[in-house]
């Protein structure tokens, strides 16, 4: 019967943990779903703030080689990410594209000019820091004119700003909600064992003695937990690019470590923590508040 009864009880035990670390991994599945979707976010503001060009116009009498001096000026500047050379015949071609119409046959000249397409680093990517840059190319005097969408600019950062703060603020009550699901979750499993801890407590065990193993599972809770939900997330990862290929220019792999490292982390900090306060609260309860 003692037999039965203990087999019965480690049972129960072995339960509650694996519910506590599949309810952990699911609390740590939801943060690095919301990290990921963080740093696509950032990864996505970067992109459309590097895919802003700035023409460039030349003036028609420079030589190409003085055009291709310039664009090495413009590749050393620690504002500028990259620079294209579209010399006439290429805007002409271009620009036919777009019109459906070879116009250069129709006027029988090409009446473009060569130009400089610039793009600029995200950091740099607002209309301050364009017009310093605009007023400093004017001063060049192969640079006839400089041209950007002014309104384009403003728009987007003022709409990728709002967009950001939604996520941070979303971000900062889920991470809370989070730490409250996994803390309760703690200390259910916790609660479970708080007649084996009152009885330690009873036959001298020291509190340093009795909270060090259940500290030790916390851990390796948080940890299992932390695994689970990465695991998840690369398989969420792999069909999320699998259904929508142009993911992938967001993709950063240095990113998604920190994210991978900090899910880890957060399930350890979290797990450990809980753990340490409700291992002290039945320390410290009388034995007829067990019942309770």
């Known amino acids: ?22 309810g952990i991994a699911m609390v740590l599945l939801m943060i690095g779903l919301l990290g990921l979707i963080l740093v696509h976010a950032n990864n996505l503001s970067r992109y459309v703030k590097e895919n802003i060009v700035l023409n460039i116009f030349v003036d028609d009498a420079a030589h190409e080689t003085d055009v291709m001096q310039l664009q090495k000026q413009l590749d050393a500047n620690l504002m500028v990410k990259q620079t294209q050379y579209v010399g006439k015949e290429l805007a002409a071609r271009n620009l036919q594209k777009d019109l459906g119409e070879d116009f250069v046959k129709f006027l029988g000249y090409n009446p473009l000019s060569q130009s400089l397409d610039v793009y600029l ?37 003022q709409n990728l700003t709002s967009i950001s703060l939604i996520i941070l603020a979303f971000a900062s009550i889920f991470v809370i909600l989070s730490v409250a699901l996994i803390n ?11 007649f084996l801890i009152k009885s330690m ?42 259904q929508v290929p142009e993911l992938v220019f967001l993709q950063d792999y240095t990113e998604f470590g920190i994210v991978f490292l900090g899910v880890i982390g957060i399930g350890v900090f979290i797990s450990a923590f809980s753990t340490f306060l409700a291992v002290n609260k039945f320390l410290r309860l009388k034995i007829y508040d067990l019942y309770r």
């Open 1 to 22: 019967m003692e037999e039965f009864e203990a087999s019965a009880s480690s049972k129960k035990v072995k339960t509650i943990y694996i519910s506590t670390v599949f």
């Open 121 to 157: 680093k995200a950091d740099y990517a607002n209309n301050k820091d364009i017009e310093k840059f605009k007023a400093e190319l004017l001063k060049n005097p192969l640079v006839k004119e400089v041209k950007y969408q002014q309104s384009l600019v403003d728009q987007m950062n």
């Open 184 to 194: 309760n979750t703690i200390r259910l499993a916790i609660y479970s064992q708080r």
């Open 201 to 242: 407590q009873l036959v001298g065990a020291t509190k340093g003695f009795i909270r060090k193993p259940f500290l030790l599972y916390g851990i390796w809770h948080g940890l299992l937990g932390g695994l689970i939900a990465i695991i998840i997330l690369i398989g969420s990862l792999y069909l999320a690019y699998r």
